[in-house]
């Protein structure tokens, strides 16, 4: 073909006639995800935190102190605040009730100029309108003026004219909205979920009122937040489990120009640093500028502190991971212009918010330590003892280098490994005891599957630094195995396996065994979770055997339909019905074809929807503290039954 016949072919492929405009709200219906994040459970409640973000926007105006999420029959959800209304004035540009606009239209809002909002979390205009176009059908009503005005949408599209339909006494906006099953993978809501969220935006917002109400039947639920000291009551919410090397909670607070930063911090007796950060009420789950201007000025105050305090020797340097070693902190911003990575709103870029933290933190915490040296000297002397422990680890992650040959690529003992190369097409599965493991290796396709042995209970590593990892029996032969290092210098460019899969016993010592690795990738590597790599197989629990048909069931629902089902041609036909024991009792045919087979196999991948409520529920379980840990087993004791699933 030469050259003029491909620049015709290439010509009546694409042209003009292939370049298709989406009008309206058409675009985000056709890529929901774009403005969502998913269209998974995390895009169907990030609807509500949309709504509840304009109403957030207004007490950040100052007008709205008390909003009300309510869940409602059929998952209907309601959100109530008490700010001004939306405008229901005609709106210049398009000839429409502002009410109109901003549930139809795109970048629509009062968040662009000064006009509307100097604070606001609804960067891009998208919403209302958003919520409305992934929405079955979506009503407002605003009160304003002493009436109150109704409109109603379907799908995006305007189904009532909005009309009066009475009077009233105060103003605000009531949104219902029902998610639309067209686009999202189910539409029930988690009311957990939704508490937890309206809880740190009452953090987040001292003296804002925030109720969560659950109508639905069998699932009666109701709380109320209301937080006077704001993000200090945050850190003490975060530390409620952990014990404080110093009374209180340091809080800083500082302003430049029309932008704000609050800071509040305390050092816990943990090992794990606990920073969570917020733009305009937005959580930042991959920081920003922010971020790092909070970790720069307080490395750089604390060195300077111990060295004038001389509990630091002059050639002593403490480095940002000693400084923050056992360290919960909660960093808030609000600025007028926010710079956000995508609609999602992840990570801030604002250069101007660094300066702004590091000059609030470098004043106020140097202060603070000048007239607190007991806490000064406390927050030292544990930043010393971290930094110890981290050359400990160096040098302990060195001589188990030279003991094992890791430099030469020399491999553990118990790996069993695949032939493919290729990560993406890898997978690990780590297995308890040497039967399962054994049944695991002569089952598997080693094309692909790679098997590594554990035996016994490893190292709950909530109690331990990394200096005790290193050199550990049980754990170094994973982290060897999975070639990516661990804590700081984890590198998820070089893990050898993009699916690992835990595979253990579906009983107590098996959950135990999950919650123990688990732990392992929170707290030291936690991008395995993050990008999804990590997955819990799940292995049957019954077999059922009718003469020479057998089947397995992975519930006792499964296992009563099933024994129905084989019955179906006889009612009295014997079914034999055997509980499994634990993997090692599954020849390795069982094995490949109930958990190990891609085309029949079941895993549940293990997810990172909440850092902090993560946080939490591994140090009430593995940590130190015992009370804790003995109220979450009582209050949860009603599970227990399901402890086998």
Known sequence: ??????????????????????????????????????????????????????????????????????????????????????????????????LEVVYTVLHAGGKFGAGGYKVSGGLHGVGASVVNALSDWLEVDVHKNGLIYHMAFSRGEKTEDMRIIGKTDHTGTVVRFHPDPEMFDETVYDYETLHVRMREQAFLNAGLRISTKDERPGKEAFDEMFYEGGIREFVSFINRNKSPIHPGVIYMRGDRSDSTAEVALQWNDGYNEALVSFANNIHTPEG????????????????????????????ETLSGDDVREGLTAVISVKLTN????????????????????????????????????????????KAMTASRAREAARKARESVRRKTGLESGQMPDKLQDCNERDPALCEIYIVEGDSAAGSAIQGRDSRFQAILAMWGKM?????????????????????????AGIGQEFNIEKLRYHKIIIMADADVDGAHIRTLLLTFFFRYMRPLIENGYVYSAVPPLYKLTRGKQQRVAYSDEERDAISAEMRSDNPNAKIDINRFKGLGEMDPHELWETTMDPEKRTLRRITLEDAVAADQIFTVLMGEEVEPRKQWIELNAKYAVNLDY
């Open 1 to 98: 073909m030469n050259m003029a016949d491909l620049n015709e072919r290439v010509t009546q492929e694409y042209d003009a006639s292939k370049i298709q405009v989406l009008e309206g709200l058409e675009a985000v219906r056709m890529r929901p995800g774009m403005y969502i994040g998913s269209t998974s459970a995390s895009g169907l409640h990030h609807l509500v935190y949309e709504i509840v973000d304009n109403a957030i926007d207004e007490a950040l105006a100052g007008y709205c102190d008390h909003i009300q999420v309510v869940i409602e029959p059929g998952d209907v959800i309601e959100v109530t605040d008490n700010g001004r209304g939306i405008p229901v004035d005609i709106q210049e540009q398009t000839g429409k009730p502002a």
């Open 288 to 315: 920003g500028m922010h971020e790092t201007g909070f970790k720069t000025a307080l490395t750089r105050v604390l060195n300077a502190y111990g060295h004038k305090a001389k509990l630091l020797k002059d050639d």
């Open 338 to 381: 926010p710079q956000f990575e995508g609609q999602t709103k992840a990570k801030l870029g604002n250069s101007e918010t660094r300066t702004l933290v590091d000059g609030v933190v470098s004043d106020k915490l140097e202060q603070f330590l000048e007239e607190n040296p007991a806490v000064g000297k406390a927050v030292v002397e």
């Open 459 to 483: 190292l709950n590593v909530e109690k331990a630094r990394a200096d005790k990892i290193y050199g550990n029996d049980k754990l170094y032969p994973l982290i060897v195995a999975l070639g």
